[in-house]
């Protein structure tokens, strides 16, 4: 009885729906409770503190063709490109068949939620067919006394329930690789944010040599006082 009612205590709090929606506009709330509603898989992560700054990672979180830049120069896999939208949204490509646009809904110190909608490419995460997909992501970060740490919450509703019905001999490794990928990133962001702390100049020439003159020009503003 004791297993039954710890089991039922955890499904409870998994249906309920995250405190910060909310917080977001009325017409991002409407489409993050319905991905919260259809999601296919849920996941969190959290960072080992690294040293750097929570000033210096929202620098690189409020210019992600700077941050995709430098992500390229850390050589970490895959090698994504970033481009603004007019709207404000971003999108990120890795050539290869990984695409994302991502719109920032709500920002506070320390906390980002993003609305997601994301394609793979069929084959591009091992998977037999393509696979889209719109996810909630909430963000938090902080100082704490080891250093920067985030804790990363994601909603993933696939884009049909055709996909879905597909999908499902292959749920556990999809909902596998999504999970790994995605704490692969954010280990990765804050890493790079660190880098760019300790040593910004390291990533100058190699920046200048990439040829993304927005970026470039990012660097210099944020990094050099230009």
């Known amino acids: ?5 710890s089991s039922l205590l955890v499904l409870a709090l998994q249906a309920q729906p995250p405190d910060f929606l909310a917080k977001l506009p009325p017409g991002a709330q409407v489409e993050a409770m319905d991905i919260v509603k259809r999601a296919d898989f849920v996941f969190e ?16 979180f409020d210019h992600p063709v700077l941050g995709a830049a430098m992500w390229r120069f850390c050589q ?31 920002r506070r110190p320390g906390h980002r939620v993003y609305l997601v909608e994301g ?25 704490g006394k080891n250093g920067f740490e985030s804790h990363l919450q994601t909603w993933t509703a696939l884009d049909s ?25 954010n280990g990765n962001v804050a890493t790079f944010g660190e880098f760019a702390e300790l040593s910004p100049k390291d990533f100058y020439g190699p920046l200048k040599r990439d040829g993304d003159p927005a970026a470039l020009r990012e660097f210099e503003a944020l990094f050099l006082g230009k």
């Open 1 to 5: 009885m004791r297993v039954l009612l």
């Open 45 to 60: 992560t959290r960072t080992q503190p690294k040293h750097v700054k929570q000033a210096t990672m929202d620098k690189l």
């Open 76 to 106: 970490f896999v895959p090698g994504f490109y970033a481009f603004i939208h007019p709207d404000g949204a971003w999108s990120i490509d890795d050539t290869r068949g990984l695409k994302g646009t991502l719109r920032l809904v709500y």
């Open 119 to 143: 394609r793979a490419a069929k084959g591009r995460l091992k998977a037999p067919f393509s696979v889209g997909a719109k996810m909630l992501t909430s963000y938090r970060y902080w100082e």
């Open 161 to 185: 329930a055709l996909l879905g019905v597909v999908s499902r001999p292959f749920r556990g490794y999809i909902k596998g690789r999504q999970d790994e990928f995605i704490a692969y990133i």
